[in-house]
């Protein structure tokens, strides 16, 4: 069985503050998403990385792959209240089937 | 562009009985994959269906099927509900070229 490893599971901050959240496997992805998830709602897809060292951008966001595919990590420059949500990681361990296996998550709450 | 919808939004069941949940596709996606998400844990992988076949099925009992139709819309059936199926079941269609999924609002089904 695959497993994914996300820390910490929960998280508050104020806002303003800088934050980073971890994504582990001890298995190779053959790509991994970060999803973001409100309550009662669907995860909605941030980003997917798919190169090992790969560096994503999305504006105040920014996603890093492992250089050996194991490991994501998400970090939030000034968050800001409306950053408040669940962050999922997501990882396609087969060769594109498209077929995820995600971690926990990680419970985010940004203090005005 | 319709996103993934779903429906119904909240169900409530008894045990024993059996459900249909219900997902229409983002338009020109055609592999749909049912996840289960249980309350504080990320989504489960139940199964996928591409080009109306079963293309990988997780680690769920077989009273969990599904079918999907030539429009590429999709059904889950569980039957003989346990109350530990109560969860958030959510639907996510792949996009043919990258095998990004996007997500559906999910259908709160509630065993009593």
């Known amino acids: 069985t695959q497993l994914l490893e996300q820390s910490p599971q929960f998280l508050s901050i104020q806002e303003g503050e800088n934050l980073t959240v971890y994504c582990n496997s001890s298995?190779?992805?053959?790509?991994l998403q970060w999803y973001r998830q409100e309550p009662g709602e669907g995860p909605v897809l941030l980003v997917t990385?798919?190169?090992?060292?790969e560096v994503k951008k999305l504006k105040r966001l920014t996603f890093q792959f492992g250089d050996a595919r194991k490991d994501s990590s998400l970090h939030i420059t000034a968050a800001q209240p409306g950053d408040t949500g669940l962050y999922l990681c997501?990882?396609?361990?087969?060769?594109?089937?498209?077929?995820?296996?995600f971690g926990k998550g990680t419970k985010l709450s940004v203090i005005p | 562009e319709t996103g993934v919808t779903q429906s119904p939004t909240h169900l409530i069941k008894t045990r024993g009985q059996q459900v249909t949940l219900r997902c229409s596709s983002q338009?020109?996606?055609?592999?749909v994959s049912w996840y289960q998400q249980a309350l504080g844990q990320g989504p489960q992988f139940i199964f996928q269906?591409?080009?109306?076949?079963?293309?990988g099925r997780g680690n769920f009992p077989p009273r969990f099927s599904g079918l999907q139709f030539p429009n590429y819309s999709s059904e889950l059936n569980v039957n003989a509900l346990e109350l530990d199926d109560s969860a958030l079941y959510l639907c996510a269609s792949s996009h043919p070229t990258t095998g990004e999924q996007y997500f559906g609002p999910g259908t709160r089904l509630t065993v009593t």
């Open positions: 269906y591409y080009r109306e076949e079963e293309n």
């Open positions: 338009s020109g996606h055609n592999t």
């Open positions: 997501a990882g396609d361990y087969g060769a594109g089937s498209y077929q995820l296996t």
């Open positions: 298995s190779v992805f053959s790509s």
């Open positions: 990385v798919v190169t090992g060292g």
